[in-house]
């Protein structure tokens, strides 16, 4: 298991010997003393990416392309030890990091290894005279801070378009969470990665993440996490007026209709809030129920959110691992009185599990919660398995409630109705809309928020544009040209 910080192809101490513990949320037990960058660290990680930019950035890019399929496929060839390596550090059941988490990380990188030599730019009809062509160029240095919810996946969604495009990377993963991220790195320089093309420093965000956001020597400064951070990107990133992308937090609406196909809305639901311990940006966290059918619907759904197996995330039985740390399990059940103090009503859950087996580790039972759509746990990201719901009478309502938050990440609807169904896409403010299905995510499918959700797009073509700038090029083709002036 790689435990140091990955800088110009090596793996090195930190320059000041500083290490930090990652933990295994089933137990608490320390997997790792990993090390932890800190701001000569970065400043070492990044010269070494602004020296392997101009080679990287001129390669051809189907050369580029070639090396994240080559990654993609060693992705593939170590699934299980990835996954395993997932489970312990996240907490996320073996099942699921088997299943999805591994797999999907090797397609993201396989999909934009095949779009660097896609990228194309395109020829302007201006005036007689003159060729006018747009050129797409990397940005240089890009640096990128992920959090712990999906930090195997991230690795793909962040370096994948970055890479493509011809960029150089300095990723920061979260200190919870750095063993897989430092994994793929290995896998990338035996794959043939030139050195400094990627460089992972895991440590603390508000030293070394701070730090790359403020880096006068970084293009642009990526970050997925929570919106109060992203804020503090915003201001670090104006010391060089860096490019900014931005995938923030969700507080997403999943409304089910009078006409819904109860028994897919029900699975759904559950999953849309369940899946991952709800740790998701995009999770269905807040459930809106047409009054007609709630009642069917929420015995439904809280019979099925009570069988879900919790347990030691590596055992393939388990539906539902720990949470991500014990700090983060206690800031989840602590919206349960605050639920309460507002009128709420806890469902189900809002405890930890009774199981001794389960009691040194992170874990919180499945929790629904009855609250009014102003309510705090109705507005504020939980990020957990917690799901507040609430009845509406009419379609009005529904997308009143639905909009009524500052996010703007993801949001989806049950309904035999095409006419509400596509009303309802258009009017959503949200980035991803799903209709009789959630949480669906694609490579090719741009992945993004509005609002307090942030700015910017992963995946797709979408992406590939995040990670380049544009260059006007003007070619004078009449040798004629007249003077501007006369004299
Ligand atoms: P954040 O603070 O947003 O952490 C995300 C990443 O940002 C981590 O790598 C973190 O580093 C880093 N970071 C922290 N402060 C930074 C700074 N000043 N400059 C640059 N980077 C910085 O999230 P959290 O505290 O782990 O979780 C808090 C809440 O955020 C959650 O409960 C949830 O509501 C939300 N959240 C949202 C998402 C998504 S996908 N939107 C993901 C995680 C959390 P360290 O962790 O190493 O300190």
């Not at 293009?219 to 929570?226: D, P």
């Not at 490019?243 to 609406?253: R, T």
């Amino acid at each position: 298991m790689q435990d140091q910080l990955f800088i110009n192809g090596r793996f090195v101490d930190a320059e000041s010997g500083e290490t930090l513990a990652t933990l295994n949320p089933h137990d608490n037990s320390v997997i790792a003393e990993v090390a932890m960058a800190g701001k000569a660290d970065v400043d070492k990680a990044v010269k070494a990416a602004q020296a392997a930019f101009p080679k990287w950035s001129r390669m051809a890019a189907m050369e580029r392309g070639h090396l994240l399929l080559k990654l993609s496929d060693a992705i593939d060839a170590n699934r299980q030890e990835l996954a395993e390596l997932e489970s312990i550090d996240t907490g996320h059941p073996l099942r699921d990091t088997l299943g999805l988490d591994a797999p999907r990380t090797a397609v993201t990188f396989r999909y934009f290894g095949g779009m660097a030599d896609k990228l194309e730019g395109t020829v302007i009809p201006v005036e007689e005279g003159f060729l006018n062509y747009m050129l797409r160029e990397p940005v240089g240095v890009v640096g990128q801070v992920v959090p712990w919810n999906f930090p195997l996946m991230f690795t793909s969604w962040k370096m994948g378009p970055a890479l493509a495009a011809g960029n150089c990377v300095v990723l920061k993963p979260a200190e919870l969470t750095p063993l897989t991220t430092l994994r793929i790195a290995e896998l990338m320089a035996e794959v043939g990665f030139p050195e400094g093309v990627v460089n992972i420093v895991p440590g603390l965000g508000s030293v070394a993440g701070q730090y790359l956001a403020e880096h006068s020597d970084v293009g642009k400064i990526a970050f997925t996490g929570s919106t109060a951070t992203g804020k503090r990107i915003v201001q670090a990133s104006s010391e060089n007026l860096k490019k900014v992308q931005l995938e923030l937090g969700g507080k997403g609406a999943n409304i089910v209709f009078n006409d819904a196909n109860l028994d897919a809305a029900v699975n759904g639901s559950a999953f849309a809030i369940f899946h991952n311990q709800g740790q998701a940006c995009i999770a269905g966290s807040r459930l809106l129920l047409h009054e007609a059918i709630a009642d069917e619907f929420l015995d439904r759904f809280l019979k099925l959110a009570a069988s879900i197996r919790l347990g030691n995330p590596l055992d393939l039985q388990t539906e539902m691992g720990p949470l991500t740390s014990r700090m983060h399990r206690d800031r989840v059940l602590s919206y349960c009185d605050v639920a309460r103090a507002e009128g709420g009503r806890v469902l189900l859950g809002g405890k930890a599990p009774d199981n001794a087996e389960l009691a040194e580790g992170c874990y919180v039972l499945p929790t629904v919660v009855k609250a009014s759509p102003l309510d705090r746990v109705s507005q504020e990201e939980v990020f957990g398995p917690f799901v507040s719901i609430t009845t509406f009478r009419s379609d009005e309502e529904a997308l009143a409630i639905a909009n009524g938050t500052q996010y703007g990440l993801g949001g989806g609807l049950w309904t035999r109705d095409l006419q509400r169904a596509h009303k309802f896409a258009r009017d959503m403010k949200s980035g991803m809309v799903w209709i009789n299905c959630y949480k669906r995510v694609n490579p090719g499918s741009p992945f993004g928020g509005v609002g307090l959700s942030g700015y910017g797009r992963e995946m797709g073509f979408e992406a590939m544009r995040e990670y380049t700038q544009v260059k006007s090029v003007w070619v004078n083709i009449d040798a004629d040209m007249r003077p501007y002036y006369s004299r």
